[in-house]
């Protein structure tokens, strides 16, 4: 089981840092992606993080903007978002999948949480 939340409403330039728990039967020893889905838009890659957390990887509208990182003694993976912008407003979400590498293809994720909402203000 995946849990993501942190999400809210903030102004561009703003920050917010969402957070994934890994709980139940759901290993946590696997890669960890964030993913957002947009109004009326697919599903998109954002970053991913591997176990037990030495590669990431991001989408190229992130870079510089947003980090992963994961503290495996709580079982939860971070996606801190900096310098927001309006085309970053999306539902969030987190999932896993049974590798511990890193992979920017929604196919390859097997485990889903539910999203958290960010809005970003103009």
């Known amino acids: 089981q995946l849990q993501a939340s942190g999400g809210g409403l903030v102004q561009a330039g703003g920050s917010l840092r969402l957070s994934c728990v890994v709980s139940g039967g759901t290993s946590d020893r696997w890669a960890i992606g964030w993913f957002r889905q947009a109004p009326g838009k697919e599903r998109e890659f954002v970053s991913s993080i591997s176990w037990p957390g030495r590669n990431t990887r991001y989408v190229d509208s992130v870079k510089g903007r947003f980090t992963t990182s994961r503290d495996n003694a709580k079982s939860t993976v971070y996606l801190q978002m900096n310098n927001l912008k309006p085309e970053d407003t999306a539902v969030y979400f987190c999932?896993?999948?049974?590798?511990?590498?890193?992979?920017?293809?929604?196919?390859?994720?097997?485990?889903w949480g539910r999203g958290t909402q960010v809005t970003v203000s103009s």
């Open positions: 999932a896993t999948r049974r590798s511990s590498s890193v992979s920017d293809l929604l196919c390859e994720y097997d485990f």
